[in-house]
């Protein structure tokens, strides 16, 4: 079947350095998606990758490994706006998206 | 660019009436839209598959004929609730598709749907 795992909630100090993995399994593959979604609010797109390694934007990078099926978002200098879900979705050979749960991010000062 | 409206944003009616919720892609077309539905504190579900001149493709459990959906231009799709009841309160939100080689899709604002 296909899956999508990610930590449920994650902490981190304000100023620091947080990385959110996200792990997947799916029918083919056509790249990994990260959402940032505000507590009422609809998601929002942060990043794509469909080759392996490190994508850079701004404090925001997204990397990926396809033969580990294994994605992670590294977010660095935290700010409290960051306080949010972040969403992993993997797109299959149908180029449907396959959500995870969402991280909750919580960011403390 | 990629930007999606959706309206109302927000809706209160009364049980049994029927609502209609429009999602818009306003600087690309999308022949492809997708419509969720996001309960308090849970994951995003996905309702259906909206393509543009054919029928929507529903996932399982969701009820075609009470989820009406219609795409009927490659930037307009509509939702409606028909005979809405409390348990169909919730954050519907809608995403197209850009159709471009990262086939992203990009999410609408929203509407908040609160059936008494």
């Known amino acids: 079947g296909q899956n999508i795992d990610q930590p449920t909630e994650m902490t981190a100090t304000e100023g620091a350095i947080v990385q959110i993995n996200c792990t997947y399994q799916?029918?083919?593959?056509?790249?990994l998606f990260w959402y940032q979604q505000h507590a009422g609010e609809a998601p929002t797109f942060l990043s794509y990758?469909?080759l392996d390694g490190l994508e850079e934007k701004g404090r925001f990078s997204s990397f990926l490994s396809r033969s580990k099926g294994y994605s992670y978002l590294l977010l660095k200098e935290l700010q409290m706006k960051d306080s949010a879900s972040y969403l992993c979705a993997a797109q299959d050979s149908n180029y449907q998206l396959i959500w995870g749960a969402g991280t909750k991010l919580i960011i403390k000062p | 660019g990629a930007v999606v409206s959706q309206h109302p944003s927000r809706v209160i009616c009364k049980s049994g009436t029927s609502v209609k919720i429009e999602c818009r892609s306003l600087?690309?077309?999308?022949?492809?839209m997708f419509w969720y539905r996001q309960f308090p504190k849970q994951s995003l579900m996905l309702m259906a598959t909206?393509?543009?001149?054919?029928?929507?493709?529903?996932e399982q459990g969701v009820e075609k004929d009470k989820f009406l959906i219609n795409h009927a231009s490659l930037t307009l799709s509509t939702l409606t609730v028909t005979s809405a009841h409390p348990e169909d309160s919730s954050f519907y939100i809608c995403?197209?598709?850009?159709?471009?080689?990262?086939?992203?899709?990009?999410f609408g604002p929203g509407t908040r749907l609160l059936v008494l």
């Open positions: 600087d690309f077309q999308a022949t492809t």
């Open positions: 909206s393509n543009e001149g054919s029928k929507a493709t529903y």
């Open positions: 995403s197209a598709r850009d159709g471009g080689v990262r086939e992203t899709q990009y």
């Open positions: 799916t029918s083919g593959f056509n790249g």
């Open positions: 990758n469909v």
